[in-house]
Each structure stands twice: as C-alpha cells, then as structure tokens.
C-alpha cells in the first residue's frame, strides 16, 4: 500500500536552534510548516551530544533566538542547562511542534515541489512541500579521524567529543584529547581537574583569548576595521597569557577576527586550560602518526602511553547522504552550501539552508529571519 502524500507549505529538515527559529518566524507569519527530526528530542546537540560544563562561548545578546531575548536575570554567559530551558520554552511560545523520530532518507524535485521520504522505524512517511528548508546544520555527525592502527590495535577506549559528559570515569587514567579548539581545550581541562594525565594534541595554529577578550573584540568591531581589532585584542591575549608559543600553542599568522572571516575558524575560548598548560599539568603535543597496543606515536618521533582517547575533531554535515544536490543547486558534495556569505542560505527551486554559514547562533538567526521573509514574499 502506498504511503499517503503529507502535504505542507514549508517543510523543516531539523529541530535544533536553526529549525526551531525557522519555525518561529514561519509561524508568526502564518505560514504553514512541519519540522521533522531524527532524534526523539529537539535540540539534541545541546541535550545529549554536549558535556556537562559547556556555556556558550559568546555573550547571551550574540546567542538570542529571533523575536524572544533571554530573560534579563540570564547571565551573561549562558550555561547548558539554562540555554537548553531557553530553547524548550523558545518552542512552547512560538507553537513549534517537531515530529521526531523522523529519518530523512532522501529528498528530490519532481513537479515543482519537494518529495521528502522519512523513516519513522519501521513504518515511511512522505512529505510533498513547496518550500525544504535544511536546518541539520553543519554539526550532524561527528568526525573521527583515520589514524594507522587506532581500530585495528588501540587496547584502551576512544570516543568522540559528542559522547564525552564529564572527567570522572577517567580519573587518575592517562587521557589524550585530541583537537584545540573549544570542546578539546574544555574537555581537556575537565579531565585534568579528575587527577588524570593529560596530553593534548596541537596539530595547527590557533588563537586562543578569554570569552571577555572576545566580548570587546566584537564591540570594538561596530566601530573599527578588522585588522586593527585584531591588534587590540592580540595585545589584551600577549597580556593574559604571554608568549603561548613557548608551551605549543602557535597562533596564526592572521588575527583572530580576521582569520574567523577567512577560515571559518572561531578562535578558542579559554576557560583555565592555558594556567594548566604553563603550570605542566596538561602536556601539549603533536599530531598522532599512528597507534601501536596503547603506545601512541607522534609526527615528531615521541611517543606516549595512553588509556583513553577524546577527539575533538569537528562534525560534518550529512546533508548529501539524502538530497539530490543538483535540484536545488545549493549544497556541494560535502554537504555545505556552495555560496558564501551572505548568499549561502538560498538556492533554486525553493530551497533554504538556516546555520550553515559558520556563523553561530547569531548566523542562525539571521538565516532563519531571511528564509522567513523571502518564502512570505513568493
């Protein structure tokens, strides 16, 4: 028996902040719009694939949701558990009701609408929409990355970043994290502080200054070119931490705001993993070559004994696993848009993309706001 068609204006791929706000702005403009959702929860980043001492790394004005700012009692720095109340009640005031349980497996023009065939267990819904709107975001999966002999001969536990909640199962163990950016240099400094031994690998440049150092950086560039925020705020870092290269932490040859614009890359939020590096509790090291029993063996010839192993080593979109790219010309066999800002949320036929633009919350908003108005214009 045929699967009946679920028609809708605007079909949401995604309930984490990009879909819940592009449902928000959808539904106060009384267009009609499904969300459908893999997990069994929104926002299931934040639920079930965070660790417990995340905040969000950017004041709470730079992190607000379209049309609902955060309570003004909020601290300015958001916590995991006050930003998940904060998207729970962001979807009860907007009336956004994801259908979860709900696994994209393809998606495909035909006729000039959007034939969407999701998995719901063992039963097939398809959906037909005018408008797709892929809000899965840039962090679907998580990345591990192919290193000589860590499947085939690793005799400790290695786990993404994604599953990593706290330090206490490896107290008193030795703990590789790999990556410098947020998650590695928190998780890092988490574990450090369950008296394991820690290492953590640098494998290229990074900028790393303090959330307030970020905060007055992105004042200051209201007002005054990139480059010359960048030396303020390279200056403010020299002062906080002094010469970081001297412990393994190079910086870029681009500033931070600069090499943002450039890479995509953020620069690293530091939260006290700095202070434990220069005081010898947590080991800065190079890139892994291969990993032979427990002993893990570097580029530059050292090796290291390890029990366990996190990798902080980004996410990918899986966005090409089930659309056919072609059809609305807006994503590249990696699965991220094929424009660049601004014009990386649309495409053709009557497709959107909402938190691709390595933007961060503040970019979701923004996408969300404009996928709203142009579909409301048509």
Request: charged share 25%; proline share 5%.
């Amino acid at each position: 028996m045929e699967n009946e068609m679920i028609k809708t204006q605007a079909l949401i791929i995604g309930a984490g902040p990009a879909g819940l706000a592009t449902s928000a702005c959808l539904n106060r403009l009384n267009i009609p719009n499904i969300v459908v959702e893999r997990e069994e929860c929104s926002a299931s980043l934040w639920k079930r694939r965070s660790y417990d001492c995340l905040k969000l790394h950017l004041a709470k004005h730079y992190c607000q949701l379209p049309h609902m700012p955060f309570p003004p009692n909020t601290p300015t720095f958001v916590s995991k558990s006050g930003f998940i109340t904060y998207l729970d009640e962001y979807a009860t005031r907007f009336n956004v009701s994801p259908r979860y349980n709900r696994n994209v497996e393809s998606a495909y023009l035909k006729d000039g609408r959007w034939i969407v065939e999701v998995g719901k267990g063992a039963e097939r819904e398809v959906y037909s929409a005018e408008y797709l709107v892929v809000a899965t975001g840039e962090n679907s999966e998580g990345v591990i990355p192919e290193i000589p002999g860590l499947v085939e001969s690793f005799q400790g536990e290695y786990l993404h970043s994604s599953e990593y909640k706290n330090g206490e199962k490896f107290a008193g163990k030795r703990v590789l994290v790999v990556g410098s950016g947020n998650s590695g240099m928190e998780i890092a400094y988490d574990v450090s502080k369950w008296d394991a031994d820690v290492s953590l690998v640098v494998h290229s440049p990074v900028h790393v200054l303090t959330r307030e150092i970020v905060r007055i950086g992105m004042w200051l560039l209201r007002f005054f070119p990139v480059k010359l925020v960048d030396r303020w705020c390279l200056l403010l870092a020299k002062l906080r931490f002094g010469d970081t290269s001297r412990y393994g932490l190079i910086r870029p040859t681009k500033g931070p705001f600069m090499n943002k614009l450039v890479t995509g890359r953020s620069p690293t939020i530091d939260v006290g993993c700095v202070d434990e590096i220069k005081a010898g509790k947590i080991e800065v090291v190079p890139s892994i070559k291969s990993i032979e029993g427990k002993r893990v063996v570097f580029v530059d010839g050292n090796t290291k004994r390890v029990d366990s192993i996190v990798f902080a080593t980004g996410y990918k979109s899986s966005v090409s696993k089930w659309l056919q790219v072609d059809d609305g010309d807006l994503f590249k066999e990696n699965g991220m848009p094929k424009r660049e800002l601004p014009d990386h949320w649309k495409g053709e036929n009557g497709l959107y993309s909402v938190g691709f633009g390595r933007q961060g919350l503040a970019g979701i908003t923004r996408d969300a706001q404009n996928v709203a108005r142009d579909i409301a214009s048509l």
